[in-house]
């Protein structure tokens, strides 16, 4: 057509250029409505997490200064960005997504997601172990399918410095904590350690030295993180366990961070407040920086921090503080119904964050004083967080795995609760039901093979001769709960007892023969087991555990009623001796030191 227009010669110049004019406006509007389509439909690319090294290579000198300004932050920057907003991570698909050899995310039968991490806790602040009996624990986490072991060394991690003054006087050396690591290692167990950085520091702040680093003069929970001072004091505690566990891979670094209930009360807090306007700020600033600091020099390890005291905060400051780039939140907790605790609201507030972990207990989390077993409250735990996951799997990029706390003490100042052996079988009924994704209703094919007998789950039962790692410990402690509860059971009701052997007879040594006889028979029952108990207790214990934990286990567990019993023994040879008692009143208000006390009062 356009060939044959060019190529007519008889028509007039103004008619060719007339066609010509109506040609090009043709052209123009079409060419118009191509450059607006291909405006709102422009290339994408695919999302990825930035390579700074790599981008650096094609920036001048100028250029990269900036990129690693903005990229990199300098380890005492006290201030966060609040000019700009942060959008986080890239969400990622989990398409190709790999963990422990298995594409994720791994799903049961039923479409309940099975956490490809699981990792168990040690709690070194109560009851740590002899270092051979790693090797002995390692082994049995392997065969129970456990992948790796998150250690909390507190005050047994051998610190230099000014820390040293703090460390247990039972502390490993440097050299066993190697060892111990290492064989973490040969177990191919993966490794993480734990530094709390905000709050749970009683075991520095409880001394006087370092009283005045409180963030409240009256608890030493919370350390005062905005004193300068403090500050450098957590980038000791971090360096130097962090300069240990990279040896031996460091994938990520706990930092910590929950429970931090006194915050913006020391001077330097108060000051910063003003600042950072809230507490929540306040805090997130702190684990902001905290994070950044350990990122810079561990730039492989991936930062996580208990959730709590982020799930608090405005979604829009979490942004703004970069935490959803800096840290990986884990959301914790131990109840029996989940639901309370954990609703999907909880969840949806830390979605930002795309990677998250959950926290469920096997052990000393049901009461600071629990000793004995009770596995149903660990179990139910268990089978709640498969709702929870399955609940939200597929709200997020990648649910990382399952942490299984395992607290030796509710805080450093709070009695001893379960010894580790006694809580085995439950750890291994809680991963049996975590790796089935479902509620199990007491049949554990997989625990009662490994263990070679079937735990029972009510609080106190146990089953003998069971094969794990200090299952002696396991069969003492619970037949201890039993011989209490019966010895409970007598001294409150027993008719005998309580008529003729009371406070009255201890302190005047006046009773009835007849009676006497009788109720040194019941005694001596309830004495000679306890005695027992207690010197078996001691021996097998000595093959785990420093001398300091085993008295204190049977100091707080055992030494009251055998004291008692002792005393009771004492009074009833006393009136079996005695031929003749005085006439009453022999409980004189006038000489009596204890009833004058009273009557003061």
């Known amino acids: 057509m356009l060939r044959g227009f060019f190529g007519r010669r008889s028509r007039s110049v103004w008619i060719r250029l007339t066609y010509l ?57 006290p201030d966060p960005p ?48 002899r270092p051979h009996f790693f090797t002995e624990l390692f082994s049995f986490f392997n065969r129970i399918g456990a992948t790796g072991v998150l250690f909390e060394w507190e005050d047994m991690f051998p610190y230099q410095g000014r820390l040293r003054e703090a460390v247990n006087k039972n502390a490993y050396s440097l050299e066993e904590v190697e060892a111990i690591l290492q064989e973490a290692k040969k177990h191919h167990l993966q490794i993480i350690p734990l530094v709390q950085t905000m709050g749970h520091l009683e075991w520095i702040l409880k001394l006087e030295k370092f009283a005045n680093l409180r963030e409240d003069p009256r608890f030493p929970q919370v350390i005062c993180f905005s004193d300068d001072s403090a500050w450098q004091l957590i980038q000791e505690m971090v360096t130097e366990v962090a300069e240990v566990h990279v040896k031996y891979g460091m994938p990520y670094f706990h930092i910590g961070a929950d429970e931090a209930y006194q915050i913006g009360i020391c001077n330097a807090s108060v000051t910063r407040l003003q600042k950072e306007v809230t507490r929540e700020r306040l805090m997130l600033w702190h684990i902001a920086r905290t994070a950044e600091f350990v990122k810079t020099k561990y730039a492989d390890a991936e930062i996580l921090a208990w959730h709590d005291m982020m799930a608090s905060a405005m979604e829009s400051d979490i942004e703004e503080y970069r935490l959803t780039e800096l840290v990986t939140p884990v959301l914790w907790n131990y109840a029996e119904d989940l639901d309370m605790y954990l609703p999907r609201s909880t969840w949806m507030l830390l979605k930002s964050f795309g990677k998250v972990w959950g926290s469920s207990a096997w052990k000393g989390a049901d009461g600071p004083a629990r000793y004995s077993t009770h596995s149903m409250h660990y179990v139910r735990n268990h089978e709640s967080w ?76 146990f089953a003998s001769m069971c094969r794990f790692p200090g299952s002696r410990i396991y069969e003492l402690v619970n037949e201890l709960y039993q011989k209490r509860r019966e010895l409970r059971k007598y001294r409150d009701e027993d008719f ?28 001596e029952m309830h004495a000679a087991p306890m005695e027992q108990l207690a010197v078996d207790l001691r021996y097998e214990m000595e093959k785990i555990y420093f001398a300091d934990t085993i008295d204190e286990f049977l100091f707080t567990y055992v030494n009251e009623d055998l004291e008692w019993l002792r005393a009771k023994k004492a009074t009833i040879k006393r009136i079996s001796e005695a031929k003749h008692f005085p006439k009453r009143p022999f409980i004189d208000g006038k000489t009596d030191q204890a009833f004058q006390g009273a009557k003061q009062c």
């Open 386 to 461: 498969i709702k929870q996951f399955a609940m939200v799997y597929r709200d997020f990029e990648v649910v990382e795995g399952l942490i299984m706390a395992s607290w030796s003490r509710y805080d450093h100042l709070a009695v001893l609760a379960e010894l580790l052996p006694v809580a085995l079988p439950t750890l291994a009924l809680s991963i049996e039901t975590i790796q089935e994704g479902r509620n199990l209703n007491g049949h554990y094919p997989q625990t009662s093979e490994i263990l070679q007998c079937t735990p029972p789950l009510d609080l106190g039962r």
């Open 82 to 129: 609040t000019t700009q907003k942060f959008k986080g991570k890239p969400r990622k698909t989990a398409e190709d997504l790999i963990i422990n050899g298995e594409k994720y995310p791994k799903l049961n039968s039923d479409g309940k997601l099975i956490p490809q991490r699981r990792i168990i806790h040690l709690d070194l602040k109560g009851a740590p172990f």
């Open 21 to 77: 004019c109506l040609v090009t406006l043709v052209f123009l509007f079409v060419s118009s409505q191509f450059k607006s389509a291909t405006t709102h439909a422009r290339f994408v690319p695919p999302e990825q997490e930035p390579n700074l090294e790599h981008q650096s290579a094609f920036l001048d000198a100028p250029q990269q200064q900036q990129q690693q300004q903005q990229e990199i932050h300098k380890i005492n920057a």
């Open 496 to 523: 005998e007892l309580n008529g003729w052997l009371s406070r009255v007879a201890d302190e005047y040594s006046v009773s009835s023969h007849w009676y006497i006889d009788k109720i040194e028979q019941m005694i």
